[in-house]
Structures are given as C-alpha cells and as structure tokens.
C-alpha cells in the first residue's frame, strides 16, 4: 500500500526556520516525483514544487522559488520541504503528494507562525 | 501559463447527478491530461479522477471524467448522489513541468 506519512503540526516565530518531511513507503521512491502543496486557511490548492528522488531534480512555482527549498533523502525515502526564514504568511497546511497514476496525498502538516 | 476555472459552488439532491465543470484558459485541454480531488472537511485530498477519465481503485463508478475540446474544458461526474459526497473538488492539470489547481468547487448535497 502507497504511504505518505508526514511529520507532525509545528507553532513557530516569524524569523524562524523550519523543515518538514513527507516518508513515502508501499513503492519504489525514487521512481517518482513528489510535490508540495500549499492551502492556506479557508483557501485552495497551490502548488509550491516537485523533486524526482531518483536524481534530485527540482522544479518551482515562480511564486515559490526563492522562498522554500525542496530536498530528498532516497536512503530514508523522506522528502522535505524547508523554509530559512519564517513569516506569519507562512500559516497554512503543507501537504506532500506522489505524482503518478494515481497521485497518492500525505496527510498534511499544520504549520502555526506567530509572534 | 494557462488558469483552470471552476463554479465556486454546486449544489444537488440524493440520488441525482452533477457535474463539475473546469475549463482551460488557453492552450488545449486535451495537451495535459487533468486530474480530480476530492476533499472533505478537516481531510487531506484524495484523487477520485485521473489522465481524464481514470477511477484509482476504490474510487466508486458514480465518479466519471471527460474532456471536451469544443469548450476546452473538463467534467468530473458524480451519479446516485450520496451525502458523503459532500466536499471540495479540484481539478488540475500540467503546464510543462508545472501543476496547475482549479479554484475548487463546493459540492453541498442536501
């Protein structure tokens, strides 16, 4: 069974930073790309990005680039998404998804940033 | 670039059937294959439709997607109504290596 377990809902302070991890298990990690999806409180879906594990191809949403930085670990099958500097902005649920026949969606990351 | 437009809300009885329209602003709707999610209050999304008109396993054949290229645009169809039907729906689809999401569509069965 295709999993995407990602880590657990973080409260943190404008300025700070901050990774979280989407594990994918059930397949094969490197052989497909994983996405990042943005939903702000009450709003839609907003794509941020996407790694291929396999070689650590990266692509961003001009709305993100510069913004968040996207990684892989294909020894724990974990990708991450990361932010250097926090801003209150930033609150919204962050939500991993495995491109591919169906797309399969982690559960979703509450991140909380505020003074 | 090209923007996915949905109706921000459909609303339908029990038992009846609705379709959820999504229609592409420029380029062919059917040069990327489109997607659909489903996403019920408080949940994460899961995907009912994709490559148009493909169910994942599970995923009731009440659920159905088409495309037509005469109004660049894509359905997603849901038959025999049931209340937990009740969500948000999204469509979305490629623009290079790019995803592009539809605005959502709330679908209230009452």
């Known amino acids: 069974e295709v999993q995407l377990v990602q880590s657990g809902a973080e409260v943190k302070k404008p300025g700070e930073s901050l990774k979280i991890s989407c594990k994918g298990s059930?397949?094969?990690?490197?052989?497909?790309?994983i996405g990042w999806v943005r939903q702000m409180p009450g709003k839609g879906l907003e794509w941020m990005g996407i790694?291929?594990?396999?070689?650590?191809?990266?692509r961003y949403s001009p709305s993100f680039q510069g913004q968040v930085t996207i990684s892989a670990d294909k020894s724990i099958s974990t990708a991450y998404l990361q932010w250097s500097s926090l801003k209150a902005s930033d609150t919204a649920m962050y939500y991993c998804?495995?491109?591919?026949?169906?797309?399969?969606w982690g559960q979703g990351t509450l991140v909380t940033v505020s003074s | 670039n090209f923007m996915l437009t949905q109706p921000h809300s459909v609303s339908e009885s029990p038992g009846k059937t609705v379709t959820i329209s999504c229609t592409r602003s420029?380029?062919?709707?059917?040069?990327?294959?489109v997607q659909w999610y489903q996403q019920r209050p408080g949940s994460s999304p899961t995907t009912v439709i994709y490559?148009?008109?493909?169910?994942p396993s599970g995923v009731p054949d009440r659920f159905s997607g088409s495309i037509d290229s005469s109004s660049n645009s894509a359905s997603l169809t849901i038959s025999g109504l049931k209340t937990e039907d009740e969500a948000d729906y999204y469509c979305?689809?490629?623009?290079?290596?790019?995803?592009?999401f539809g605005g959502g569509t709330k679908l209230t069965v009452l």
């Open positions: 059930g397949y094969s990690f490197t052989s497909y790309w």
């Open positions: 998804v495995r491109q591919g026949d169906p797309d399969y």
């Open positions: 979305q689809s490629y623009d290079s290596s790019n995803w592009v």
């Open positions: 490559e148009d008109n493909q169910r």
């Open positions: 420029s380029g062919s709707i059917a040069s990327n294959y």
């Open positions: 790694i291929y594990p396999g070689d650590s191809d990266t």
